[in-house]
Every structure is written in C-alpha cells, then in structure tokens.
C-alpha cells in the first residue's frame, strides 16, 4: 500500500502472469545444479568468515588507515532500548525524546501507514489521531478518505468497510529493516525507513495475489505532547535485492500466515 502527502493512493500490487498460477505453487525459472553449489559454498564462506571476526580478540591496533573512514558501527548496531511507554489504540507511543526515540516511532508508524488497518474508516480514524500532529490531522484525514473510496477499496477486492470479501484475507504486512536520521532537533527530525513487506490479497480466486516489495518511507516528525509525531511522510521505490528463487506459497499458506503470525514493537 502507498500514499505520500503528494500521491495518490496506490496499491503495491501484481498480477499473475498469464497461464500461471501463483497459489498452486509457480516457482521462477530454476537455476543449474552447479550454480545452486556455488551460491551455497559462497554464504558459508561469508559465515566461517564473519564468525571468525566477530570472535577475534585484541585491541584493534591492526586496523589499517582507511579504517577510520569507515561508519562506526553504532549507526547499524541495536541499542536494546525499550523503545516505547506504552500503546494507544494497538499503536505503540511513548517515544524517547531523543534520536534514539525518533527512529523508533519512525519505523513503528512506517507499519502503521503501510498496513491491512489503514484502509479501515473505524481503524484509519484512530491511526491518524495517534500518529500525526494535531493540526495536520483534519487535512490527512481528508486526504486518506479520500483515496481509500469505496471505488478504490472494491477495485482491489475489498468491501466497504475495508475487509476482505468472503473467502479472501486482504495481507498488508509491512517490516522495517533499517531507519536513518537525515536531519534532527529537539523538536523536529526527518527519518527515512528502508522496508520489506508483503501485499496483496490471499484468496483460490484472487487475481492480486500477496507478493512481496521493497520501499522507503521517509517520516517528517515533530515533538507534540511529550512524543514524536507525524508531520508528513512520502514513500519510494527500493532499495531491493536480487529476487531469492523461493517457490510460492498457496493462498491458504498465506492467510493462515497472516492469521497466526503476529507483529513487532520496533526499536532502534
């Protein structure tokens, strides 16, 4: 699922090839056996090699010059923080007022924005009063009522009220790999969110099935009652990795994932 403040709503979405079909089990075109060994040789390679590292003593006196410009490794490095105080209505707040706590609520909202919930009037109420400012939340309702019709809702295969059709579980799973502060303040930050997810719809007779996606949100956030806040947010394609060769799940695989599979609390 995408909408920016300056884009329209869109769903990340693909149909199935012609003659294909996906939930019986399509899988991409295979690669040889020989390659298929070499790729296996290489990631163990790269695992003897970085156990080895990680397990290696000493006081870093043989570290060469072009070290010190590489980034520490603080900016990747989890801090294992408590990220949040609490949650309101399912949406986790309570952010430290810190680069730590904007990264944290960065990508916690990032989940938000991009979910199955969203396109729920009840629901997507609730979410614009926890997650944006106050002043802009009139405007972004508006603008979410808007793109989320029930001409857009019924073109993707949902009913009215935003759920799936009898038969079908609509998926819009969205994970955070990584967040990075591009600007920040007492009061403000930009933090831009790489992501992974998985969206479509999860039916024997779906002809938008759940597929996965690689995108970055970028979060303009404010300090507002005690917590970091929403602003305005924007969505690009990537950055994304060479497809893996994973044979494709049926529909009921999928929506019994979504079902029993529950979500994370985000933390930088």
């Known amino acids: 699922m995408s909408l920016g403040d300056d884009r329209e709503g869109q769903t990340r ?10 939930y019986g089990g399509a899988r991409r075109g295979g690669r040889s056996s020989s390659r298929s060994m070499i790729t296996v040789v290489g990631v163990v390679v790269l695992l003897i090699a970085a156990i080895a590292f990680a397990n290696r003593g000493g006081d870093g006196s043989g570290a060469s010059a072009g070290d010190e410009n590489k980034p520490d490794a603080s900016s ?50 609730d979410i614009v009063r926890q997650v944006f400012v106050e002043a802009r939340q009139p405007e972004l309702a508006a603008k979410f009522d808007k793109a989320y019709s029930k001409e857009f809702l019924s073109s993707i295969g949902l009913n009215d009220d935003g759920t799936a059709t009898a038969g079908n579980t609509y998926v819009s799973r969205t994970v955070p790999i990584g967040t990075k502060v591009t600007s920040y303040s007492a009061t ?75 979500g994370f609390t985000y933390a930088r």
């Open 76 to 125: 990747t490095a989890a801090t294992g923080t408590r990220p949040v105080k609490g949650k309101s209505a399912g949406i986790p707040g309570g952010y430290a007022h810190d680069e730590q706590g904007a990264q944290s609520a960065a990508a916690n909202y990032a989940v938000t924005l991009v979910s199955a919930d969203i396109l729920q009037p009840e629901r997507r109420a």
């Open 13 to 22: 979405t693909r149909l199935p090839d012609a003659g294909g079909d996906v």
């Open 188 to 262: 403000a930050a930009a933090v831009e969110v790489w992501c992974t997810g998985v969206f479509g719809m999860a039916g024997e007779s779906s002809t938008n099935p759940a597929s996965s996606d690689w995108f970055t949100v970028t979060l303009q956030l404010r300090w507002a009652n005690n917590d970091w806040k929403v602003d305005s947010f924007s969505q690009k394609d990537g950055p994304a990795p060479v497809p893996g060769d994973n044979k494709a799940s049926s529909a009921d695989e999928m929506a019994k994932a979504v079902d029993t599979y529950g």
